[in-house]
């Protein structure tokens, strides 16, 4: 008997139920080109609606994907390489809020595993219209803490048949490293990249005085000190509220975050770097997008106008004044805050404001980039499809190959 949730989840995905292994759901991101710099070049990725013709004695390049599965957001990125980066297929973005009350239970509701479950069964109708793809599919903070997580997973590998690695946070760090490493400039000292997630937030100091790597894939390793902080937006605005923000709850979450990061290894040192080589902040996540989005005043959220953006300490100082200022309706029906951020964004820019207070920065680069990049960028990086005259040997099969 056909299950009538996947069956409208196929519909939506415009997928006949009859043919499908499960449904899909559109992204926006068909037909965009993902150009990375190359190695010594200025130039950040692009993305533009036009694919540089293959000559028809070009081997067609197989396809990856990448799905990442958060404490907040559920994402899946499919692309197959060009010349300089790829060419993104489709894509998928949900907000599933896996880890809500995650803080006070320690497990994952039955509320929330159905609206993941609901969401995968999207992605896996994604999956299954591109034979021989290669993916890497990735848990990351719920699934590392909840007590139930792993029949969950299970739960997920029988119903969906899909098959979730935990990475852990080290690792969390790194592919946010790759993912959003081209936005560096080249001849750039270093970065200090943060990601602030729904239940965990990295940080990672990049140090490049000794050399940066010209293997896209390998820039993770110039990472002098990272840190996983066991905050994120949805456990801040669970520990202190998100809703109805006073200045003083403000500033009780950015000393509640500012204790964490007085962990970092190298705290003092980095603290040295940026008054003899600044360095610039590299931000990646839903909170620094909308601070972007609200600072350049958009009437809806424009992805090629947010990524790449850069903002001065200034800019963010004036966006946090207006952010702070507005009520959780005002929020609400703003285009680039929207309702499922309302409750979240300004327990994000806690955060934010607890990394800038404690490493003051001139200039912060936006990234509307991360995870799912990182790993598209390592899998073909290991597969060598940007070695010229060298066929990627990359292994091939179902969704759960690689």
């Not at 929330?112 to 890497?136: F, N, S, V, Y």
């Not at 520990?239 to 709850?249: H, L, M, Q, R």
């Not at 100082?317 to 409750?343: F, H, K, S």
Request: aromatic share 6%; hydrophobic share 35%.
């Amino acid at each position: 008997m056909t299950d009538p949730n996947r069956s409208a989840a196929l519909s939506q995905a415009g997928v006949p139920v009859a043919d499908a292994v499960p449904g899909s759901l559109d992204t926006g991101h068909g037909g965009s080109v993902h150009k990375l710099r190359r190695p010594g070049g200025d130039r950040g990725q692009r993305w533009t609606s036009a694919q540089k013709p293959q000559g028809p004695r070009r081997r067609r390049m197989p396809v990856y994907a990448a799905l990442d599965l958060g404490t907040n957001n559920c994402r899946l990125l499919i692309a197959r390489p060009t010349e300089h980066g790829f060419r993104v297929l489709d894509g998928f973005s949900r907000i599933v809020r896996l880890g809500e009350g995650l803080s006070q239970t320690g497990r994952l509701s039955d509320a929330a595993m159905e609206r993941t479950i609901e969401a995968l069964w999207m992605c896996r109708g994604k999956l299954a219209q591109h034979e021989g793809i290669r993916t890497r599919i990735i848990a990351t903070e719920a699934c590392r803490s909840a007590g139930n997580s792993q029949s969950f997973l299970n739960r997920i590998k029988r119903e969906v048949g899909l098959e979730f690695e935990v990475v852990d946070r080290k690792t969390e760090a790194e592919l946010a490293v790759i993912g959003c490493a081209d936005l560096i400039d080249s001849d750039a000292s270093g970065a200090l990249l943060f990601d602030i997630g729904g239940g965990s937030s990295e940080l990672a100091w990049l140090d490049f005085r000794g050399g940066r790597p010209k293997n896209r894939g390998k820039t993770a390793s110039s990472i002098r000190s990272w840190q996983s902080l066991p905050v994120g937006v949805v456990s801040i605005a669970e520990k202190f509220g998100g809703v109805d923000v006073t200045p003083e709850i403000f500033e009780a979450m950015v000393d509640y975050v500012a204790g964490h990061l007085r962990q970092f290894r190298g705290r003092e040192k980095l603290r040295a770097m940026l008054v003899s080589h600044p360095i610039p902040f590299l931000g990646t996540s839903g909170t620094v997008t909308t601070l972007a989005g609200l600072h350049l005043g958009l009437d809806r959220y424009e992805r090629a106008k947010v990524d790449g953006l850069w903002m001065r300490s200034e800019d963010v100082d004036a966006t946090m004044r207006v952010l702070l200022a507005m009520n959780y309706e005002r929020r609400m029906g703003n285009p680039c805050i929207g309702r499922e951020r309302a409750d979240l964004v300004i327990p994000g820019c806690a955060i934010f404001e607890a990394i800038r207070r404690e490493w003051p920065c001139q200039r912060i680069r936006v990234a509307d980039r991360g995870l799912r990049e990182g790993i598209l960028i390592s899998m073909m990086s290991e597969d060598r499809v940007w070695k010229r005259g060298r066929p990627p040997r990359g292994r091939r099969g179902g969704p759960n190959a690689g």
